[in-house]
């Protein structure tokens, strides 16, 4: 274990710590999974039990990170086992946590009798909004795929230069545990990966584009702006963040082919969570400033549609697909559709099935 | 454009955004040939049921001012508008009457009416003239 070894566990754990602490204050209008009526939302019980979610989730989260530093101190060559409990541990806790907390505020929602969310008789949309999203299209990605074509090229051309067995992955004490040999799916494996992630990606920032338009009848004009704002927004971020992974798996594939210094990927390795997350934060940021953390989908927020603590949605009335999560950040599939079921089947398919191919392909 | 429905009107929605899809042709802020929502799209967005967006759109189908294509979508009809039938005359007589009979009841002229009619007629037509289209 070096320091920066260290320095990479703690940043993974503030990522968890962030992400869960996150759930309970990202949305206004809801408070743990339960849709919170305008005029209660600067309620003190409110804002009470927010901040009583998010610090048992900080000290629970510190509790088990503690417990996991002592056993590595204890039994530091039991690595990997403690390492993979100590994280496991944390997301149950924190899981736990949460259900806890939303119970709490299921009951503070019976107990001051809060209404559901109000269903405006009048409904506004743009005929044209689908056709003036404002966002990038698929066009962009053409850069990422430039990149993995480069990558393809350059292993081909210098095919003669790549070893007959070469280190493909490492262990977090950066020692090499995994090897492949200088065959088709051993070298060109990681662009696979990479097609498949922008694939993710590209499906991703389209499927924004295809969310309702939920304008507010009393200001379409504005509301139909923010919308695009939003959409311009995320479309922007999901695009740097998978070409910033595309070129990481590029550059971690030279490292493996040509005998580029391996420093460089423990750098990397580092650099990579630690850009991600400024990333993601500059978004939420973002996003924060300028109102934009919960637009529209007022009406899918009544508690009866939102199943296991407000993370599913179901509700077989609403005809769209695609609705913004009550919890998190981001969009969520209305289970009730039968195609959102296919939807997440193949997305699932898809991540094993790349998955599984980079298990067989490392011999 | 914007269409915009009131579900507690006493007109159907259906009718409604028939209406106002018919007002867009008008005013020239939907053009022959120009792309509408799909149905589910349309009822997602407006969060209405499926059927409601559907029927609308085969109303307009059946008079001819849509069109569905299998790849295209729904666009407005790009061959043309049907022009004043003898079934479109009877129907706006058969509901002009109502109207008309009321109008006279409550001691309104033919001119009040008359006038009346031209000064809806110029407002569709000219309300697209202002930049009806979103932005």
Known sequence: ?363 | MFVELDLQSETPIYTQLADQLLAGIASGALRPGDPLPSVRSLAADLGINLHTVNKAYQVLKQEGFLQVHRKRGVVINPDGMPGVTAAFQDRLRHQLRGMAAEAAVRGMSQEELAELCRSVYDEIRQSGEGGNRDE
């Open chain 1, 1 to 363: 274990m070096n320091d920066g070894m260290w320095l990479w566990l703690a940043l993974v754990d503030l990522v968890i710590l962030t992400a869960f602490a996150m759930l309970g204050i990202w949305q206004r209008r809801i408070l743990l999974g339960v849709y919170v009526p305008p005029a209660h939302r600067g309620d003190a019980e409110v804002v009470a039990m927010r901040r009583s979610y998010v610090w048992t989730v900080v000290a629970v989260l510190a509790l088990v990170a503690a417990a996991g530093s002592v056993a590595l101190w204890l039994l530091p060559e039991a690595l990997e086992t403690v390492l993979a409990g100590t994280f496991s541990l944390q997301f149950v806790a924190a899981i736990a946590v949460y259900g806890r907390f939303h119970h709490r505020a299921r009951a503070l929602k019976a107990q001051a009798e809060w209404g559901g969310p109000s269903q405006p008789a009048r409904r506004v949309a743009s005929l044209t909004y689908r056709r003036e999203l404002g966002q990038p299209g698929l066009r962009w990605y053409a850069v990422h795929l430039g990149v993995v074509a480069v990558s393809v090229v350059a292993a081909a051309l210098m095919w003669d230069r790549i070893p007959e067995v070469f280190a493909i992955h490492f262990n977090v004490r950066g020692e090499a545990d995994g090897w492949s040999e200088r065959t088709v799916q051993g070298v060109f494996g990681q662009n696979l990966v990479q097609l498949v992630l922008i694939a993710i990606f590209a499906g991703t920032a389209t499927a924004i584009g295809r969310m309702r338009q939920q304008l507010d009848p009393d200001d379409p004009q504005r509301s139909l702006a923010k919308r695009k704002q939003y959409n311009r927004l995320s479309a922007y971020f999901l695009w740097a963040l998978s070409l910033l992974v595309t070129l990481f798996l590029s550059l971690l594939q030279g490292m493996t082919l040509y005998g580029w210094p391996q420093r460089w990927a423990l750098g990397l390795g580092l650099a990579l969570p630690l850009v991600i997350l400024i990333a993601v934060g500059l978004f939420l940021y973002q996003l924060r400033s300028k109102g934009l953390e919960s637009i529209g989908d007022e009406q899918a927020q009544a508690d009866r549609y939102w199943r296991l603590g407000g993370l599913v949605y179901y509700n077989p009335a609403d005809p769209a697909l695609l609705v913004e999560k009550r919890v998190g950040v981001g969009m969520t599939v209305n289970f009730a559709r039968p195609l959102s079921w296919l939807l997440l089947g193949a997305v699932l398919a898809v991540a094993s099935g790349t998955a599984l191919i980079a298990i067989l392909t490392s011999g």
